[in-house]
């Protein structure tokens, strides 16, 4: 009864209840107030599709987008990974798609295209270099200081894969090594050019197992069971990310990046589903078929769509629900190096310019997937 806290032990309790509470959001306080630039394919794609083809695209209609209010050209229920991790950033809209007229892009655009590759031309598309092209065509909205100081987020070459296994079924291990090589290295030369165009902080994500999305379950038969061949494939390209980077950062000055383990993220939630949440991991919402994979969106195909999208980790047969894509924007925002390494996007944008890194990324060491947990470092343990 007696009232003889002090003031400071009042607001101690009032500043821990606040970071328990809501540690991300007093984090992303502290931050500094960058752009956020993406590339890659459909999974970034924040509706920049629409503005290069005149075709009919499913992403434009119900039911994508249907856990907020609109489709809106983004292939998700709802919003993607970049929309949350620029509210992370105090961004206060959605990361607008770059080829929109007129759009916002004072705190960063979306120049990611849905079915984009990183080799090749795709149709009604842009590939890799034709995003970076673009990057450097708006340039000048941007000044120099503030894309050095701004993050750069790629997620690609899940449609490089995907069209390489169904081009060449037979393909052995010397294709498969060659194929992985080209893509790597393209890769690798356009980081190299967006660093040429001022960029210094970059965000790599790794492929996910591609034989465990529902359109390749479905597309090849299998089952309940992945394809492994294609998970293979996903793995020689992503032991390339690392060292690729590494390179680069020992090679120019002030280059700093993080890897994204985003093939492990989705692994753990396939296989332990229902710690993470997720009652099916196998089909999708949307779609008809085997897994439900196909035709989401398209108005000839009458897709079923599943009761609870956010039980789902998948949406469509290749792109995750909404529910699990602000579950991964959490673990690249704010992760520990399990899931991200060797820092996490807080750390990344804080961590100051034209500095080399003083650690680089690290083989991981073979783990027990099973042992290991997603963990989102709380604000309290970072401080
Ligand atoms: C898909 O694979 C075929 C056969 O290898 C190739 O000719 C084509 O350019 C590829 N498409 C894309 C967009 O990379
Ligand atoms: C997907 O997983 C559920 C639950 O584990 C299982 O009952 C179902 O048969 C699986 N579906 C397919 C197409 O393998
Ligand atoms: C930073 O890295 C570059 C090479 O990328 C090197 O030339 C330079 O000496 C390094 N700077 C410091 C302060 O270590
Ligand atoms: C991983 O750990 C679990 C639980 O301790 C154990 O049952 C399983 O055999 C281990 N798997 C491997 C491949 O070591």
Request: aromatic share 12%.
């Amino acid at each position: 009864m007696a009232p003889n806290f002090s003031l400071a032990s009042v607001l101690g309790v009032l500043l821990v209840f606040t970071l328990f509470h809501n540690p991300i959001i007093v984090a992303g306080q502290h931050i500094p107030a960058v752009a956020l630039f993406t590339f890659g394919d459909s999974n970034f794609d924040a509706g920049n599709r629409k503005f290069i083809t005149s075709g009919t695209l499913p992403q434009n209609f119900w039911p994508y987008g249907k856990s907020r209010d609109d489709p809106n050209g983004k292939l998700s229920d709802g919003k993607i990974v970049p929309d949350f991790i620029a509210k992370f950033m105090g961004i206060s809209h959605d990361l607008p798609p770059a080829l929109k007229p007129g759009a916002d892009a004072s705190r960063g655009a979306s120049f990611a295209v849905d079915s984009a590759t990183i080799l090749g031309t795709p149709k009604d598309s842009l590939n890799l270099n034709q995003q970076v092209r673009k990057f450097d065509q708006m340039r000048s909205n941007w000044n120099d200081d503030y894309i050095l100081k701004s993050l750069f987020m790629i997620s690609m070459g899940m449609e490089d894969y995907l069209n390489f296994t169904k081009s060449n079924p037979a393909a052995d291990g010397s294709a498969q090594e060659a194929f992985v090589t080209s893509v790597s290295s393209r890769l690798k030369y356009n980081i190299e050019m967006l660093y040429s165009f001022g960029a210094s902080k970059f965000v790599v994500y790794t492929l996910p197992p591609l034989g465990c999305l529902p359109i390749v379950r479905q597309d090849f038969n299998t089952g309940n069971d992945c394809y492994e061949k294609l998970n293979d494939l996903a793995k020689l390209h992503n032991a390339k990310i690392g060292p690729m980077l590494n390179d680069l950062a020992t090679a120019k000055p002030g280059f700093q990046f993080t890897v994204f383990d985003f093939y492990n993220v989705i692994l753990r939630r396939t296989q332990r589903n229902m710690n993470f949440r997720f009652s099916l991991t196998n089909v999708s919402c949307c779609g008809t078929g085997t897994h439900k994979a196909y035709g989401c969106g398209l108005p000839n195909v009458h897709s079923k769509l599943c009761e609870y999208q956010r039980s789902y980790l998948y949406f469509d047969g290749r792109h995750n629900s909404e529910k699990a894509q602000e579950s991964f924007a959490h673990l690249l925002f704010g992760a520990d190096p399990n899931v991200i390494q060797p820092m996490n996007i807080r750390e990344l944008i804080t961590y100051p310019v034209n500095t080399n890194m003083s650690e680089f990324w690290k083989e991981p060491v073979e783990r027990n997937l099973s042992l290991v947990h997603d963990n989102v470092v709380s604000a309290s343990e970072s401080m």
